[in-house]
């Protein structure tokens, strides 16, 4: 079989697996639409962000529902180095890149279901965004970029993790981080600290981004930073795992 045949069989098994398990289906679909419908109805007013919440807060909401789904990929992939699932494949001859790819690819597929839930969500409760078509375009690129970088890096923690538990846990930070980027409200309304690292991290000016796009007016700034950290969030974590994957497999 070929590389690309068997990680189609790969993304089968785990789209399977991600049907069979509730939680990761609500953690990945479900969680960031009550996240959504938690602060648009609890704290939305206390919020002053200068136009409608829901408009300011579904850019960021959209990089949560990316991270939500994470910790099930990290356990799903030290699952198959732990149980000797991969022993299996080795002795089907299946590529063992194609396990890996599977994962990245399940993962990323999972995050559009969940955004595309996310954002019907969002337009029920008033989401006006001015994007056009091409806007749209770019807010899908920068998505399936975070997606696909963000599944390489969760990948590569799942690998060296010691086992499934502490694989789900090590996915704990990235879903932690967008909560202190500009998702929630603007950086330069936090505290002195949090402010600076606020402005500094990978997520904001993705999220800037986004945010720009769906307003009709990106920020050329915001879109080279957040296409550079994508791109170098995607290269350490396919080079760590791919690294890992030999050591291990």
């Known amino acids: 079989m070929s590389t690309t045949s068997d990680s189609l069989v790969m993304l089968r098994r785990d789209f399977k697996h991600i049907a069979r398990n509730p939680t990761s289906v609500f953690n990945a679909v479900l969680m960031p639409i009550i996240i959504m419908l938690m602060f ?18 579904t850019p960021g909401l959209i990089l949560l529902a990316i991270c939500y789904g994470l910790g099930g990929t990290a356990t799903s992939v030290n699952a198959d180095m732990t149980k000797g699932i991969i022993n299996r494949f080795k002795v089907m001859d299946v590529s063992r890149g194609a396990v890996l790819t ?5 993962s990323v597929l999972t995050n559009l279901i969940a955004i595309a839930a996310l954002v019907g969500v ?7 965004p001015s994007a056009s078509l091409l806007d749209w375009l770019g807010v899908a690129g920068i998505v399936v970029l975070l997606g696909f970088a963000a599944g390489w890096l969760t990948v590569a923690l799942g690998l060296a993790a010691k086992s499934p538990e502490t694989a789900g846990m090590a996915a704990v930070p990235l879903v932690m981080l967008p909560f202190f980027s500009s998702a929630i409200v603007p950086a330069e309304t936090m505290g002195p600290g949090l402010r600076q690292f606020a402005e500094y991290q990978p997520f904001t000016p993705i999220i800037e981004t986004v945010r ?5 007016s990106p920020h050329t700034g915001d879109l080279i930073a957040a296409l550079a950290w994508c791109i170098g969030i995607a290269l350490v974590g396919y080079l760590w795992a791919s690294s890992t994957f030999k050591k291990r497999a």
Do not use: E, Q, T
Request: net charge negative; aromatic share 22%.
């Open 40 to 57: 648009v109805y609890m704290f939305g007013d206390a919020f002053d962000v200068g136009v409608d919440y829901i408009d300011y807060a």
């Open 102 to 106: 599977g994962h990245v690819v399940a």
């Open 122 to 128: 969002a337009f029920l409760l008033g989401f006006s």
């Open 212 to 216: 720009g796009f769906l307003n009709g």
